[in-house]
């Protein structure tokens, strides 16, 4: 998703994981769902906040070892200890961290650089298997080279969850997105492939969001993203 500062990017996303609940005085309306899950009045906020996980602009590990950021939700969800020590170490394998953190798992966490810390998150997102995961700037505090280590995760990490996206990085929308939603403070959004989203392209992309397609295919996010169909 691309958009200008202050569109309601972030807040749309927060609807996905019902993080807004936490604001006090919001609402939402209309509906989203991820499958048969209504997800704007489910009762069941663990398990929706299982399957669509969440990585913020900042990274923000628990102030506790790496090991236990990673095992934080296994634990709540009450998994053995040999369960949660292998998901420990295939989540930070398949966020490239292992080689680098295997002899200080159980030191703090706080002590790993910033891109270390961005992929500690998405490991800890996904140790509790989501089915999608949001990430809100997920490179925009990273220099370069960290930028680029993120993103060649996130295009692994396509390949076994949906991913929905907010990146002020033209280029990295382009590099990453499979489709693409353009949000403005007017009641449109612009979407598609990237294509049909860069700008001077033909506005037939442009619908009203009360009013989403039904041509959506495939994916349980791209409903919830409001219909945004696979090329
Ligand atoms: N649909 C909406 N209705 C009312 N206020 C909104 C809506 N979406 C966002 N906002 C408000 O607009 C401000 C900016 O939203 P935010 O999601 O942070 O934008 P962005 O992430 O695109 O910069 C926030 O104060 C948010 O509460
Ligand atoms: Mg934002």
Redesign the pocket.
């Known amino acids: 998703m691309i ?1 200008p ?8 996303l927060q609807i996905f994981n019902r993080m807004y609940d936490l604001t006090p005085g919001t609402r939402v309306m209309g509906s989203v769902r991820i499958g048969h899950e209504e997800i704007t009045t489910t009762t069941r906020l663990q398990e929706l906040r299982r399957r669509v996980g969440m990585v913020f602009q900042r990274a923000n590990p628990f102030p506790m070892s790496i090991y236990d950021n990673v095992a934080y939700g296994p634990r709540l969800m009450g998994w053995s200890e040999s369960r949660i020590e292998s998901t420990v170490e295939e989540s930070l394998a398949f966020t490239g961290l292992w080689d680098d953190v295997a002899d200080r798992l159980h030191r703090s966490a706080h002590l790993l650089s910033g891109g270390q810390q961005q992929r500690l998150c998405i490991a800890r997102c996904i140790a509790v298997t989501p089915e999608v995961i949001l990430m809100d700037e997920p490179c925009s505090a990273l220099d370069p080279i960290s930028t680029l280590r993120v993103e060649e995760l996130i295009k692994d990490l396509v390949q076994r969850y949906t991913i929905v996206i ?1 990146t002020h990085n033209m280029q990295q929308a382009r590099r990453l997105a499979d489709y693409t939603a353009f ?1 403005l403070i007017e009641p449109f959004h612009r979407y598609g492939s990237w294509s049909n989203s860069a700008p001077r392209q033909s506005s037939s992309q442009t619908l009203r969001t009360r009013a989403p397609p039904t041509t959506s295919a495939g994916g349980s996010a791209k409903r919830a993203a409001g219909g945004i169909s696979r090329r």
């Not at 569109?7 to 749309?12: D, E, I, M």
């Open positions: 958009g500062s202050g569109c309601g990017k972030s807040t749309l907010v949000m």
